[in-house]
Antibody
Framework: QVQLVESGGGVVQPGGFLRLSCAAS????????LHWVRQAPGKGLEWLAF????????NYADSVRGRFTISRDNAKNTLYLQMNSLRAEDTAVYYC???????????????WGKGTKVTVSS | DIVMTQSPDSLAVSLGERATINCKSS????????????LAWYQQKPGQPPKLLMY???TRESGVPDRFTGSGSGTDFTLTISSLQAEDVAVYYC??????????FGGGTKVEIK
């Protein structure tokens, strides 16, 4: 079955950086687009970024555009999120999620990882 | 961006009773060319990631019990749990995918047992 396992979270100071990873298995990784979604403590879901199956056409939410970069390594079945210039408001659990409609671009998400926690604090 | 507004914020329903969650979008998510509503529903149980329940507003994801029903069109949508079970305690979110790539979620509705 589809498995997505995020890692790389932790505590970082404001202005710092982190790189999150999402290791995928159970499906043809190179054929599916992937999302990053976050959830601040006690809050709802916020879509952050999407990358097509072939690594083209990056899409970002306004809140992270210019600070975060989504990328993937299809040879390693891994999705990444490089997060720079981190702010306190970036504190959240970060989920990777698989696209629900193959090749259709950002739509809904039909499988989610368990998330990795990022805390931005001095 | 399309703003998704859910109501109520929370509700408490007796076991076996009906639970109704509403989701309203700030503009229509009905695509005229294919007559599909670009709306999904997710369930998030405590301490777990979200799980897809419904897409195209009313298509149940594989494995989702048929007590869950999605309805509505245009700007107004409803997720109904026909007979609430203990395992349905969760927060439910709607999400539009009409205005891509700017995907947006509703604020969530918490369902509890009365």
């Amino acid at each position: 079955q589809v498995q997505l396992v995020e890692s790389g979270g932790g505590v970082v100071q404001p202005g710092g950086f982190l790189r999150l990873s999402c290791a995928a298995s159970g499906f043809t990784f190179s054929s599916h687009g992937l999302h990053w979604v976050r959830q601040a403590p006690g809050k709802g879901l916020e879509w952050l970024a999407f990358l097509r199956y072939d690594g083209s056409n990056e899409n970002y939410a306004d809140s992270v555009r210019g600070r975060f970069t989504i990328s993937r390594d299809n040879a390693k079945n891994t999705l990444y999120l490089q997060m720079n210039s981190l702010r306190a408001e970036d504190t959240a659990v970060y989920y990777c999620a698989k696209e629900g409609i193959r090749g259709a671009g950002p739509t809904y998400m039909d499988a989610w990882g368990k998330g990795t926690k990022v805390t931005v604090s001095s | 961006d399309i703003v998704m507004t859910q109501s109520p914020d929370s509700l408490a329903v007796s076991l076996g009773e009906r639970a109704t969650i509403n989701c309203k979008s700030s503009q229509s998510v009905l695509y005229s060319s294919n007559k599909k509503n670009y709306l999904a529903w997710y369930q998030q149980k405590p301490g777990q990631p979200p799980k897809l329940l419904m897409y195209w507003a009313s298509t149940r994801e594989s494995g989702v019990p048929d007590r869950f029903t999605g309805s509505g069109s245009g700007t107004d949508f409803t997720l109904t749990i026909s007979s609430l079970q203990a395992e349905d305690v969760a927060v439910y979110y709607c999400q539009q995918y009409y205005s891509t790539p700017r995907l947006t979620f509703g604020g969530g509705t918490k369902v509890e047992i009365k």
